[in-house]
């Protein structure tokens, strides 16, 4: 009998090692070192949010999850990184005033 060499890529998804929040921005890092960042304004609950309550995630299920408990809210880091939003995209008033003033 001859040998069989079976030859397996095994794809490994980035999960979040560290998530915080700063001002009204949620921060992730990943295990593949990237740190990706998103409005918080993108999600329903989070939008209502204080930044007091943006400040309390913390990370769940092995770091493929982000949790606000006071909140009741659950996004996963994979939606994330695919950009899967619930809400468009709104320019802040601040940065608007900005580019009027320019």
Known sequence: MSPVTINKTIS????AIRAWAKGRTIFIEL???RIIGFPANRFKILKNASDKQLKEVT???DGYAMRWESLDEDI????II???FQLPYEEEKD???IEKKA
């Open 12 to 15: 490994a998804e980035p999960t």
């Open 95 to 97: 940065s608007k005033q």
């Open 31 to 33: 295990t593949d070192g």
């Open 59 to 61: 990370l769940r299920l």
């Open 76 to 79: 996963t880091v994979l939606g």
């Open 82 to 84: 695919a950009g899967n």
